[in-house]
Nanobody, 120 residues
Framework: QVQLVESGGGLVQPGGSLRLSCAASGSIFNINAMGWYRQAPGKQRELVAAISSGASTDYADSVQGRFTISRDNAKNTVYLQMNSLKPEDTAVYYC??????????????WGQGTQVTVSS
């Protein structure tokens, strides 16, 4: 079984920064792409960012230029650096794993989520 464990969430003021981490373990041989989704109360789940094993990346328009996704394949870890945070970024952020690249992904493994709250 694949385990995805997120960390790094918390409370931050508008304009601040956070870095989320997601460590993958278990039977991850069939994973070549990882990403981050988020879901705020009353809103649909949104793909925030994704990265392939070849390090190609995709971002939601709402976070383009502010968030950066990266991965350390040796550590089976993906990161999401979040800068210039806005209150509308408040959500539960979920780490995902699967296959894909160049804008097309199929994620079938999910973490439990970490809360990010942006508030003054």
């Amino acid at each position: 079984q694949v385990q995805l464990v997120e960390s790094g969430g918390g409370l931050v003021q508008p304009g601040g920064s956070l870095r989320l981490s997601c460590a993958a373990s278990g039977s991850i041989f069939n994973i070549n792409a990882m990403g981050w989704y988020r879901q705020a109360p009353g809103k649909q789940r949104e793909l925030v960012a994704a990265i392939s094993s070849g390090a190609s990346t995709d971002y939601a328009d709402s976070v383009q230029g502010r968030f950066t996704i990266s991965r350390d394949n040796a550590k089976n870890t993906v990161y999401l650096q979040m800068n210039s945070l806005k209150p509308e970024d408040t959500a539960v952020y979920y780490c995902t794993g699967g296959r894909g690249g160049r804008g097309i992904y199929e994620f079938n493994y999910w973490g439990q989520g970490t809360q990010v709250t942006v508030s003054s």
